[in-house]
């Protein structure tokens, strides 16, 4: 068969994206100078390339005259904050006149959870917790294998190598002045314990020591960087990169956000663009990752980040991942005649990764419900309106302890003295706040929480018994789920409410090399643009591995720091 609908067999591999194949097959590559495709076949696929995505565009035009501002400097970190911040600082650490643009009023905290390997801090705690050692190579295998291979390999391996002396460097900066204290929070994990899935030592945060309101982890950062000399500009506008006639980015026209005039920045060194992904840009999620915005409960807590590094790089050239990829949380809620979805308000509930029961709206158990925070929003997609039920009872303080959970959800201090991110103690009074505000739902027995809850009844306690005889067995016949996490939920009254997605960011983007810089599609790099966090690809994909604490944001420091270094020696 020569042709499948209308399209010729030559072009049908043009459509799917091999045509080297069909050429490697018909004896066409010999002596070609491409590599992989000779010259004809290579200005064929150039002519015939295929539309930009319809969220893409085009770059602006900008008319000189209504540039009226111009700033000369060496390097220009566009976005301040997880990434950028180091990225200033590093910049300016190797030399260079550095310029941060911010298009918030004041620098943000950067994320506080911090993935390394072979901290000082880790190694310490490893003296006194040896079966939480991390083996770095079985570690990137895992992120290689949670991304089905789609990754750069490199870039995984370069976090490896390098992540740990971004902790050092980080906390040396916040403890100089003694109003941080870096902790490892990572000696907790999984093993011995029956847990299915692995948990990976490598959380990091600082803890804030001293009582002034206007000390936090970014100003802390951002004074150091004054320090060495960076300068920042607030409430400006990435609007797209400048390039020369070689293709080399020389700069970024920004938009002032107070009285609108353009500005021109020109820096010879180099831009990096830290501008946070597209996680409130609800097209390019629709585009990339539609399932996600079907899964989404909008929160008060969460990204305001459109996309705006990424469409500037690919403006430029720049290729992008092939699939979309978010961190996602089961942390937000929605009240009992409510579903999820990308234009649902609802609120932020914390305690909603504990593995307690959950219930799809049928009132039936779908999933094992211990399993890392993605999985169970992935299970609840393909349940009825993408929404689940998460139910526990008033015994949960001392169930929590005993569910024995890692990472930013954990409401126990950690064995080596680490502060949780949020204490067990607070949940109470949260539940209090939802109850009064129609999300929780409260009741002395399961027939009324069901009821409460717009859940069959009778299906709804069937369950529930269900999971009753498993807790007391000891074993769960239906998914499987660890013993030590099967807790009897019989001591009245009942919690339970409506769950979906909390988005907190996107983190697939453009793609890198090592060095930082963006790639187009042939991998060649685009001279002067690197790109760092949620701008970049090439490490993630479909979702995060969340049982390695805070990779996306670890690998978003070590980035960073390594791209102001560069930029700074124009490499």
């Keep these: 068969m020569n042709n499948v609908a209308g399209i010729s067999r030559r072009n049908l591999f043009k459509v799917a994206g091999v045509t ?7 004896g066409t590559l010999t002596g070609c100078g491409k590599g992989y495709v000779n010259d004809a076949e ?11 995505p319809s969220w893409l565009g085009s770059a602006p035009e900008i008319a000189e005259s209504d540039i009226t501002e111009t700033i000369d400097t060496e390097v220009v970190v566009v976005g301040c904050r997880t990434g950028g911040l180091p990225a200033v600082i590093s910049a300016a650490e190797n030399g260079a006149k550095v310029l941060g643009i911010e298009q918030m009023s004041a620098i943000a905290t950067p994320r506080e959870d911090l993935g390394a390997i072979n901290s000082r801090y880790q190694l310490t705690a490893f003296e006194e917790f040896p079966q939480f050692e991390i ?9 290689v294998r949670y991304a089905n291979g789609f990754v750069n390999y490199d870039l995984i391996k370069l976090w490896a190598d390098e992540s740990g002396a971004m902790i050092d460097w980080i906390a040396d900066i916040v403890e100089r002045n003694g109003e941080f204290k870096m902790w490892f929070e990572g000696s907790i994990g999984t093993e011995n314990t029956g847990a299915r899935d692995k948990a990976w030592a490598t959380g990091h945060s600082p803890e804030k020591l001293t009582d002034d309101e206007a000390v936090t982890f970014g100003t802390c950062l ?42 021109r920045v020109n820096a010879s060194k180099g831009v990096i663009l830290a501008t946070g992904g597209y996680v409130s840009n609800t097209e390019m999620v629709e585009a990339r990752q539609a399932w996600n915005n079907r899964l989404k409960i909008n929160v008060p807590v969460g990204g305001s980040c459109t996309g705006d590094g990424i469409k500037a790089a690919m403006w430029c050239g720049a290729s992008i991942d092939p699939l979309g990829c978010a961190v996602t949380f089961n942390r937000a809620c929605c009240k009992p005649d409510e579903v999820a979805g990308s234009d649902l308000k609802g609120k932020w509930f914390w305690f909603g990764e504990q593995p307690f029961l959950k219930v799809n709206l049928n009132g039936k158990r779908f999933c094992n419900e211990s399993g890392p925070y993605d999985y169970m929003l992935h299970s609840a997609y393909m349940q009825p309106y993408h929404t689940y039920v998460d139910i526990w009872d008033s015994d949960y303080v001392e169930q929590v302890k005993q569910l024995n959970e890692v990472g930013c959800c954990r409401l126990y201090p950690f064995d080596n003295g680490a502060p949780s991110n949020m204490p067990v103690s607070l949940m109470g009074k949260k539940f209090e706040e939802l109850e009064e505000a129609g999300y929780i739902q409260k ?25 009753n005889m498993f807790a007391e067995q000891g074993k769960d016949e239906d998914y499987n789920k660890e013993p030590y996490r099967l807790t009897s939920l019989t001591h009245p009254p009942y919690y339970g409410v409506r769950t979906g997605s909390w988005f907190l960011a996107t983190i697939d983007g453009i793609s890198i090399n090592t060095d930082m810089h963006a790639v187009d599609e042939a ?6 643009l690197f790109m760092v966090g949620n701008d970049s690809g090439g490490f993630f994909s479909v979702s995060y591995p969340n049982l390695m604490t805070g990779l996306a944001a670890g690998r978003t420091m070590t980035f960073g720091r390594r791209a102001g270094m560069l930029a700074a020696q124009g490499k």
């Design 443 to 467: 009741a002395d027995t399961m027939e009324e929480l069901a009821e409460k809850l717009n859940l069959p009844v009778e299906a709804t306690v069937e369950t529930w018994n269900r999971y």
């Design 135 to 143: 083996d770095k190579m079985e570690a990137m295998e895992d992120i």
């Design 20 to 26: 080297a194949i069909a050429a490697a097959a018909a």
């Design 42 to 52: 290579d200005k064929n696929l150039t002519t015939q390339a295929p539309a930009g």
């Design 523 to 528: 991998g060649k790099q685009i001279e002067g």
């Design 222 to 263: 951002r004074d150091y960087a004054i320090e060495l000399g960076a300068e920042f500009r607030y409430d400006t506008m990435l609007v797209k990169c400048e390039q020369n006639s070689d293709g080399r980015v020389t700069g970024v026209i920004c938009q002032d956000g107070n009285d609108l005039h353009y500005i």
